[in-house]
């Protein structure tokens, strides 16, 4: 479910301690600028796209992870479902909630087991936006060698502020020592993905 993103070269002025953007997007009154136009050319060209943005993140989050939960973990899915049911009549859906809210018992356990998954989901999007790179781990061959560079960086400065066992317990890719310049492997000829561990 990719309709309510924003390609990267139409992405707004990233932050400023955005450090991993490629150098190649742009930035400040240029990607901003970017930005207006990708939005104004979907908004008259592509109404169907420009429509799906204006759904709400939650009913969009339900079509993100429906189909995931082999990758996700089913934690992340009964959250979205429990966030919709709240929001059922707010969010003006036909009918009732089809799924029923759990009890104070069940949500307490939903809660404990609910956070391990929430919490390597928000890393895996915050190490793959960082990086520029797809979820699972595949980057350009010209830009592998800044891509590892920047793996490394991250895990690093990741590092500092957790235990080593648990940001290896939720990290997406295998650890910056097993990157393929790392081995004295030709890059060019070496698949280009950064070696992925399933969360």
Wanted: with cysteine.
């Amino acid at each position: 479910m990719h309709a309510n993103e924003v390609p990267d070269f139409a992405a707004p002025s990233p932050k400023p301690d955005d450090c991993f953007r490629s150098e190649d997007l742009p930035t400040g009154d240029k990607a901003n600028l970017c930005n207006q136009a990708f939005i104004a050319g979907v908004t008259l060209l592509m109404p169907k796209l420009y429509a799906t943005w204006q759904l709400d993140e939650d009913v969009v989050r339900f079509f993100e992870y429906c189909h995931r939960t082999y990758r996700d973990g089913a934690g992340i899915l009964r959250q979205v479902l429990i966030d919709l049911a709240n929001r059922w009549k707010e969010l003006a859906l036909a009918g009732s909630c089809p799924y029923p809210l759990p009890t104070s018992e069940e949500l307490l356990a939903h809660h404990e087991e609910y956070k391990a998954p929430e919490h390597a989901q928000a890393l895996r999007k915050f190490v793959t936006s960082s990086l520029n790179t797809a979820s699972d781990g595949w980057v350009p061959t010209e830009v592998w060698k800044e891509t590892t560079e920047n793996h490394k960086k991250l895990y690093d400065k990741l590092l500092q502020d957790m235990d080593e066992e648990d940001l290896r317990q939720v990290w997406p890719f295998d650890e910056p020592g097993s990157m393929l310049e790392d081995r004295g492997e030709d890059v060019r000829e070496a698949d280009s993905r950064l070696p992925s561990t399933p969360c």
